[in-house]
């Protein structure tokens, strides 16, 4: 019989990515919906024939039971949360509900439905968890690049709401024998990126402007660095995370830094604009804790779980710029059918 999976935050960049993936390995792929009326779901439009939704919400403890109850899935990927860092200033207590004890609520519900009790338990056969730990978690980095062993040093709420759900999943495998593993994941982009994040921001705006639809792009903090890879290649490393015969946690990144001036630089250059004519600084757009430098050290993943990523950064924003002007020149085009035909 196949593998069932259930998703959370299926409709997330993700979610969609990991869903895809998924299917094409023959599982049966089942997605976590808070409510139908979900603003993403257009993410997961062509795999709605092939997916099945189960209600729940991880805030709520009793629906998560019900959830893994119906549907009896022999793997868990925690991918709901609250992922736009800079929110988490403004919402504190919310980002810490779901991205912190949502991880534990979802855990809970595993160790209930599996009749988990003590770390006697037997491991064989239960649900298999993934938790998406974040790069965030380093924060004021101890050391360059990051590993696994590397203090945590989280800047902002959603990083500490990050290492709670990372230590709370450790936790439970130490505590009750469960298969939970984090994956550490630094950046990963792709043109299903929410519009809030930078690297998609940059690639909007470029395409925008390519199209006389926008003058100018303003941002923070340019000399920011990150490791930037490809959203379709990190979610292979969650799924190889839950094949493994033991369960580990593992740090997923490119190993290569890049700033937003960087990325600022190959998305104008792939238009053929100069970035220095269109982008204004917004001090407002700076973070109140910043953090400087994020570059993973993957080296434990790649011996492991014979990961790689298979995209490189200039790749990627090239693909985002491509993808954004397809989408803004059709939209533009549509716009002006109308106008023309209001006038008919």
């Known amino acids: 019989m196949s593998k069932r999976a259930l998703i959370t935050g299926v409709t997330g960049q993700d979610g969609s990515y990991l869903a895809e993936h998924l299917l094409a390995q023959g599982y049966q792929v089942w997605g976590l919906m808070r409510g139908q009326a979900n603003p993403r779901k257009s993410r997961i439009s062509r795999l709605v024939s092939e997916l099945s939704f189960v209600?729940?919400?991880?805030?709520?403890?009793?629906?998560?039971?019900?959830?893994?109850d119906h549907v009896q899935p022999d793997e868990v990927y925690n991918l709901g949360a609250i992922s736009f860092v800079p929110m988490s200033w403004q919402q504190p207590e919310l980002v810490t509900e779901i991205n912190g004890a949502g991880v534990l609520r979802m855990l809970e519900a595993i160790r209930m439905v599996s009749g988990l009790n003590t770390s006697r338990s037997t491991r064989s056969g239960g649900i298999r968890f993934y938790q998406a730990?974040?790069?965030e978690m380093f924060g004021k980095v101890a050391e360059t690049p990051q590993r696994e062993s590397t203090q945590f040093h989280p800047r902002s709420p959603y990083g500490v709401a990050k290492a709670y759900g990372h230590f709370i999943t450790r936790n439970y495998r130490e505590s009750f024998n469960m298969y939970g593993v984090s994956g550490i994941l630094f950046n990963h982009e792709s043109p299903r990126r929410g519009a809030?994040?930078?690297?998609?921001?940059?690639?909007?705006a470029?395409?925008?402007?390519?199209?006389?639809?926008q003058d100018k792009l303003a941002l923070g903090n340019l000399d920011a660095v990150r490791d930037w890879g490809f959203?379709?290649?990190?979610?292979?490393?969650?799924h190889l995370?839950?094949?493994?015969?033991?369960p580990g946690d593992y740090v997923i990144g490119t190993g290569v830094m890049h700033s937003v001036r960087d990325a600022v630089?190959?998305?104008?250059?792939?238009?053929?604009?100069d970035w220095e004519d269109h982008v204004v600084i917004d001090p407002s757009l700076v973070r109140p804790a910043e953090v400087e430098t994020l570059c993973a050290d993957s080296s434990m993943a790649r011996a492991a779980l014979d990961w790689a990523p298979t995209v490189k950064f200039e790749e990627l924003m090239q693909m985002m710029v491509e993808s954004d002007l397809q989408q803004a020149s059709r939209t533009r085009d549509y716009g002006e059918l109308l106008a023309a035909a209001d006038s008919w």
């Open 241 to 246: 995370m839950l094949q493994q015969d033991e």
């Open 206 to 213: 470029v395409a925008q402007i390519k199209l006389g639809l």
């Open 55 to 68: 209600d729940g919400d991880l805030m709520d403890q009793a629906s998560l039971v019900s959830a893994l």
């Open 231 to 238: 959203a379709g290649d990190y979610v292979k490393a969650m």
């Open 133 to 135: 730990s974040s790069s």
């Open 265 to 273: 630089r190959i998305a104008f250059d792939a238009v053929g604009l």
């Open 196 to 204: 809030e994040f930078v690297t998609r921001k940059i690639s909007l």
